[in-house]
């Protein structure tokens, strides 16, 4: 299980003894996998700032694991189909979180024990606010990106009444640069196929004759060009509308077609870049449409490529990491860390209130083996430190300070001090 329960009690021989107790009982039932928490001394001050203490350590580990929640969720969302290789790549110090938490050991270098614990806790809170406002920063963009990607892929997609025509249709299907005569493009049913070439002629005066060429086709039927007059063009249409021909409103603009085309190809090789550094290299002339298959077949040039091949078999492969993954890498390691390290503070400051001074407890790393076998376990700890029970209710008399989340009669009270660690929640 991905799963730890951290827990303390006090350091002395009677606690220690129980501490092996529980280890035994533990070991022997195969209930938990047991370590020894390593938690430095730190400056205590007063005991009302640990009670405030207590409190701002408590929201601040809520913030930390929903700030790694959430960098966890965007390296899927970046990864996309490669999620199979998120884990390898939410890692803590370069090591997997479960190996991470069970030999954790104090960043002396970054958080110096010998700095008082309030000066601790603000780096600690400092460092995560970075984090998430630089989160907050890239993930909107990449989202913005990913918005105006999805637009552009909305008009590849759909039959050929509402999908885009630039990556079907090519500068020789037209008649371009006349002051007289203009190409059309008509949709017409595949059953019809027949009465087109038969009546287009027709349609109207001024038709030139045998200028219909199928350029595309999808389910229900196919692109074609005609070619007439200009000064036709409205009668044309109506008489195509009467014989359910219709006449699609596309005029060539190369220019803008370039600029269609020119915009996908950069989303998508800036989309990649986040994840992967390799651009996606395109053919020349060759549109640039996402990674879905649109069943439009452009007929007759066999240079154009067909609107249902992939941008993966148009792209160069390549290994390395994009600058939005390679900094979720890197700060998710960094906000992870700093929330066991959190664990680590809450339980030290919860033990001192808890069990008084001078400072002498023991912490230690419970890793339950399954899900089913908690109950048990809870059952076991609480058999082995009900004793001190009674000391931590002499304790909160004495110093007459209402411990936050400390409260006899609640059902979730724990003789010990308790806090749990859920890696599940990241898988």
Same mark, same amino acid.
């Given at each position: ?8 009690? /006090? ?6 003894? +129980? ?30 700032? #640990? ?20 960098? %966890? ?5 970046? $990864?996309?189909? %490669? ?24 960043? $002396?270098? !970054? ?6 614990? &309030?000066?601790? &806790? ?5 460092? #995560? ?10 993930? %909107? ?5 990913? =918005? ?30 006349? *002051?007289?005569?203009? =190409? ?21 005066? $001024? ?8 350029? +595309? ?8 060009? &005609? ?65 879905? !298959?649109?069943?439009?077949? /452009?007929?007759?040039? /066999? ?19 994009? /600058?939005?993954? @390679? ?7 960094? +906000? ?8 680590? #503070? ?7 209130? @808890?069990?008084?001074?001078? &400072? ?18 809870? *059952? ?7 004793? #001190? ?39």
């Amino acid at each position: 299980m991905s799963e730890f329960w951290l827990i303390s009690a /006090p350091g002395d021989q009677e606690n220690l003894q +129980a501490l092996e107790r529980m280890n035994t009982v533990t070991s022997k039932s195969n209930l938990s996998y047991n370590t020894k928490f390593s938690i430095p001394d730190f400056k205590v001050g007063t005991l009302d700032s #640990l009670v405030g203490l207590s409190d701002e350590l408590g929201k601040l580990d809520t913030f930390a694991e929903s700030l790694i929640k959430k960098m %966890a969720q965007s390296v899927v969302d970046v $990864m996309e189909d %490669a999620k199979g290789k998120v884990p390898e790549n939410l890692l803590a110090s370069g090591v997997d979180l479960t190996s991470f938490v069970t030999h954790f050991e104090w960043d $002396m270098a !970054k958080y110096p024990a010998k700095q008082p614990l &309030v000066s601790v &806790v603000d780096t600690l809170a400092k460092q #995560l606010a970075q984090i998430e406002t630089d989160l907050k920063s890239r993930t %909107a963009a990449y989202n913005t990106l990913k =918005t105006n990607l999805e637009n552009l892929e909305k008009k590849s997609m759909g039959n050929l009444f509402t999908r885009t025509l630039s990556d079907i249709v090519s500068k020789e299907d037209f008649v371009l640069g006349s *002051e007289y005569l203009i =190409t059309l493009l008509v949709i017409v049913p595949k059953p019809s196929y027949a009465q087109w070439q038969k009546t287009y002629e027709s349609l109207s005066d $001024m038709v030139v004759p045998r200028s219909t060429k199928l350029i +595309a086709e999808d389910n229900e039927g196919g692109l074609f060009t &005609v070619t007439l007059f200009r000064k036709v063009i409205e009668d044309f249409k109506t008489k195509a509308k009467e014989n359910k021909f219709t006449v699609r409103e596309f005029y060539y603009d190369e220019k803008e077609i370039k600029r269609e085309r020119e915009e996908m190809s950069r989303l998508l090789s800036d989309k990649k870049q986040q994840y992967q550094t390799s651009c996606v290299a395109l053919k020349k002339g060759s549109s640039t449409f996402p990674d879905h !298959k649109v069943k439009v077949t /452009p007929l007759g040039n /066999p240079d154009r490529p067909a609107a249902g091949q992939t941008d993966r078999e148009r792209e160069s492969e390549g290994e390395g990491e994009g /600058p939005l993954l @390679r900094w979720l890498k890197v700060n998710f390691s960094e +906000a992870f860390v700093a929330w066991i390290h959190l664990k680590a #503070l809450r339980v030290f400051v919860e033990s001192v209130l @808890r069990y008084g001074l001078p &400072v002498n407890f023991q912490a230690v790393l419970l890793q339950p083996h399954k899900k089913s076998s908690t109950k048990r376990l809870r *059952e076991v700890l609480n058999s082995v430190f009900r004793h #001190l029970d009674q000391v931590a209710a002499a304790s909160i008399l004495d110093a007459s300070v209402e411990i936050p989340g400390l409260q006899l009669s609640n059902q979730d009270y724990f003789p010990y001090v308790y806090f749990h660690i859920d890696l599940s929640l990241l898988d």
